[in-house]
């Protein structure tokens, strides 16, 4: 099933692209930093960085965004809050919590791609609320529980 979504570039970003599949398999789709000037994130430090866009996607469709692989391996540059979820009723700029895990200042300029996007869609999910839970053989086993 394919998705309609609508993109909009907002005002002063007409210069940047639209987000991008690198190749034809790709899953996601790079997101570019519409910000005015460079600038440098220092090593622990992280931003709010704009993608010049909104969205308007359907109901059941949800937009991530994830990291970009090549930025974390060769700098330790990551999004803070991956995956960053953008809901299918949100209308505002789709932004990047970009986080400097790394050792050095990292440069950003306008047209960096800067972390990508990924659509996933919703289940339809309902909570129930209930006194009583199934047992399993894991039960309450948690972080660590198989001793590895």
Do not use: C
């Not at 200042?105 to 659509?119: E, H, K, N, W, Y």
């Not at 339809?124 to 609320?129: D, H």
């Amino acid at each position: 099933m394919r998705f309609d979504v609508m993109i909009r570039k907002l005002p002063g970003n007409e210069d940047l692209p639209l987000p991008t599949r690198m190749s034809d398999g790709a899953s996601g789709f790079d997101l570019y930093a519409a910000i005015p000037e460079e600038f440098f994130l220092e090593p622990g430090e992280w931003k709010l960085i704009p993608a010049g866009f909104a969205l308007e996607m359907p109901e059941g469709l949800e937009a991530q965004v994830r990291p970009r692989s090549g930025l974390a391996l060769k700098y330790g540059v990551t999004v803070l809050n991956a995956p960053g979820t953008v809901d299918a009723d949100y209308r505002g700029e789709v932004s990047v919590l970009l986080h400097n895990l790394g050792k050095q200042p990292f440069p950003v300029r306008r047209g960096d791609r800067i972390a990508q996007l990924v659509f996933q869609e919703v289940a339809p999910v309902r909570l129930r609320e209930t006194e009583h839970l199934k047992d399993t053989p894991r039960g309450a086993g948690g972080f660590g529980h198989t001793g590895k």
